[in-house]
């Protein structure tokens, strides 16, 4: 298992590297791929755990904000949403018409599905788009994955007082001060990085790097212990079976769309400076 893991980890993290730099309309098609895979496995959850969520109206949600995210990101947004949560409510009320004995919990589920994975990892798209996203991507991500390896390791090491334990028993709070730790030197490290390679301006301050490495570790975690919230409800151990060893999308993107989402309110606070 272990080999396998590192296997797709060797294939995987340098794609999705390699679509960071190139940007663009690949990595955005690469996002809205991902995203819809990832409501794809939403839907089969819920479904496993007996509730009938509507498979089309989830992917026809993502895909429709992520491309008004793309191709109109200063305008439309409201009415989009509006129109979607109008749509949602009509359909709810057709399937009840027609028997269906959970017609309110499928709108709530499909509402929650579309803005998760729509709005929530679509950010990944405005914030590559920025003027400096590049190297903000590269200090969101990797800031992320190195606060998840020091709570790993520390958590191992110094781990007794569990954070979740119903939802995930391997979590404890000194898992997550160490992930804090790593994430916000880590993040500290990756701006003086880039700003040596040029992916930021040469007058990003250390500090910002470290504040989006401390928000990011603190924070993103919720998304982790949302998805085992999911699973726990379908009764599964993964979210789907698209990567050997690791799971499904959702089980690999849970923290990095709250981090892209995150990340770009922070930046975009950091612009008002």
């Not at 590192?6 to 995203?35: C, E, R």
């Amino acid at each position: 298992m272990l080999s396998q893991r590192v296997k797709a980890a060797l294939v995987f993290v340098p794609l999705v590297l390699i679509l960071i730099y190139i940007g663009g309309w690949l990595f955005n098609l690469f996002i809205l791929a991902i995203l819809l895979v990832g409501a794809y496995e939403y839907v089969r959850l819920f479904k496993l755990a007996g509730q009938q969520p509507s498979l089309v109206i989830v992917l026809a949600g993502v895909a429709l904000i992520v491309l008004q995210r793309w191709f109109f990101p200063d305008k439309g947004l409201g009415l989009l949403l509006s129109l979607l949560m109008l749509m949602t409510a009509i359909a709810a009320l057709i399937d009840h018409e027609r028997g269906g004995q959970d017609a309110a919990l499928s709108f709530a589920l499909n509402l929650t599905g579309m803005l998760y994975l729509g709005w929530v990892g679509g950010a990944f798209i405005p914030l590559r788009g920025l003027e400096a996203g590049l190297g903000w991507v590269l200090t969101a991500l990797p800031s992320v994955w190195l606060a998840d390896s020091g709570a790993y390791f520390i958590g191992k090491w110094l781990g007794v007082r569990k954070m979740a334990p119903r939802l995930s028993p391997g979590k404890s709070w000194a898992g997550l001060a160490g992930g804090v730790l790593t994430g916000t030197v880590s993040g500290a490290l990756l701006v003086l990085l880039w700003r040596a390679v040029g992916f930021l301006p040469g007058v990003t301050p250390l500090w910002q790097g470290a504040l989006m490495g401390l928000a990011l570790s603190l924070l993103t975690p919720v998304g982790d212990l949302l998805v085992s919230l999911f699973k726990r409800t379908a009764g599964v151990k993964d979210t789907g079976n698209l990567i050997p060893g690791h799971g499904g999308i959702l089980d690999r993107i849970d923290s990095w769309i709250w981090a892209a989402l995150i990340g770009y309110y922070l930046v975009q606070w950091y612009l008002l400076l």
